[in-house]
């Protein structure tokens, strides 16, 4: 379960005054890579986790748009491949986004909400130390992060990954996660 699913969303900034409010962000392009490894890379993986919700929802659709036809072939695989998931990222309105692949900004407010601190998964340990601190909490509360999927990614991977991409669609991609960039 999942904290957000316990809490009703607030619409207002008066019910957070009194909050210490923190946002704990990823790097746009390592966000985006990793929830395609998660949620559509693997077809199997899909179907053993979540019954092939992603696949349905989304790979398809994906496959069926955005894949060169081919005569006969029958050994394409049937997940979107890394280039076609990305074509549809740029093809498709970011409001129509799993919220898995929507930019952050679009999810948590930031221009509403006035956090008091925006970590970064990229220095994560760092970071939870100094949100328990700020918080006051850093004598009751120990938090281990553990990425259940394991679909992070190297430097290495993420630059595999990106390299496929021309520099028209990385710049495509920029611009609509630019806001994230900010965070």
Not at 33 to 45: C, N, P
Not at 70 to 96: D, L, R
Not at 98 to 115: A, F, G
Not at 151 to 162: H, P, R
Request: hydrophobic share 35%; with cysteine; net charge negative.
């Amino acid at each position: 379960k999942l904290l957000r699913d316990h809490f009703p969303k607030q619409s207002s900034n008066r019910i957070f005054k009194d909050s210490f409010k923190f946002l704990v962000v990823r790097h746009p392009f390592e966000r985006l890579l990793s929830a395609y490894r998660d949620k559509l890379e693997d077809l199997s993986r899909d179907l053993q986790a979540r019954d092939g919700y992603y696949s349905t929802m989304y790979g398809r659709h994906i496959v069926s748009e955005y894949r060169e036809k081919s005569e006969g072939n029958v050994t394409e695989p049937v997940e979107p491949s890394w280039k076609e998931f990305i074509t549809y990222i740029i093809n498709t309105p970011a409001t129509k986004f799993d919220e898995h692949w929507m930019p952050m900004w679009m999810l948590c407010s930031p221009c509403i909400i006035r956090y008091h601190v925006v970590a970064k998964m990229e220095t994560f340990a760092e970071d939870t130390e100094f949100v328990l601190e700020e918080a006051g909490l850093d004598n009751r509360l120990a938090v281990e992060w553990k990425h259940r999927t394991g679909t992070g990614g190297s430097t290495d991977l993420i630059a595999d990954y990106y390299s496929q991409l021309t520099t028209s669609e990385i710049a495509e991609l920029f611009h609509k996660y630019q806001l994230d960039f900010e965070l």
